[in-house]
């Protein structure tokens, strides 16, 4: 059960894109197309903003995309926004008995 | 509208025991996987256990394997988590969540959390 890997930060300035990835492995990033992604504000619960690699629910902006290569996936956030500033979880299922795979986080600042 | 409503946390010594509670409602609860979720101060977030609709089945990350126990009861839509022999490691935000779609999908709705401190 080890954790999928990101990196610690990403930075942009307003208006740019930033791309953030997450690595895992052939029993889990790549072997299933059930990537999800979470945004979350200190203090608060995280949000979910992709599912199934690249899908986004209801109301979530559609400067965030995902996708998936291999056994990696990546959260984009296109024309940055002050707002966006937050940490940023990735998710993989990884079988019935570990559905859920968490990533380290990646601190996202807007400069 | 879906809420999830955990209780239950707070001090506890190394060793000791606590057992947090959901309270959920906005959804067929007995239909859908649970799933407990933390965060320990300052980390990311760590997969803890799920659980089948009906209960019948249960699943555990290894870190705490033999030590926690989830459980539900359907009648009253609650879920819940027995934490025993716990660890400093055990601190964290317990979070209480759940998906709509497929397992595995996405976690659609958390709750607020509620605080586990394990500390002499």
């Known amino acids: 059960q080890s954790a999928l890997t990101q990196p610690p930060s990403v930075s942009g300035s307003p208006g740019q894109s930033v791309t953030i990835p997450c690595t895992g492995t052939s029993s889990d990033v790549g072997g299933y197309n059930y990537v999800s992604w979470y945004q979350q504000h200190p203090g608060t619960a995280p949000k979910l903003i992709i599912y199934d690699v690249s899908k986004r629910p209801s109301g979530v902006p559609d400067r965030f995309s995902g996708s998936k290569s291999g056994n990696t996936a990546s959260l984009t956030i296109s024309g940055l926004q002050a707002e966006d500033e937050a940490d940023y979880h990735c998710c993989s299922y990884a079988g019935s008995y570990n559905p859920f795979v968490f990533a380290t986080g990646t601190k996202v600042t807007v400069l | 509208e879906v809420q999830l409503l955990e209780s239950g946390g707070g001090l506890v010594q190394p060793g000791g025991s606590l057992r947090l509670s959901c309270a959920a409602s906005g959804f067929t609860f007995s239909s859908y996987l649970m799933t407990w979720v933390r965060q320990a101060p300052g980390k990311g977030l760590e997969w803890v256990s799920s659980i089948s609709g009906s209960g019948g089945s249960t699943y555990y990350a290894d870190s705490v394997k033999g030590r926690l126990i989830i459980s539900r009861d359907n009648l009253k839509d609650t879920l819940h988590l027995q934490m025993n022999s716990l660890r400093a490691d055990d601190t964290a935000i317990y979070y209480c969540?759940?998906?709509?779609?497929?397992?595995?999908?996405?976690?659609?709705?958390w709750g607020q959390g509620t605080l586990v401190t394990v500390s002499s």
């Open positions: 969540t759940w998906g709509g779609g497929a397992t595995g999908s996405g976690i659609d709705y």
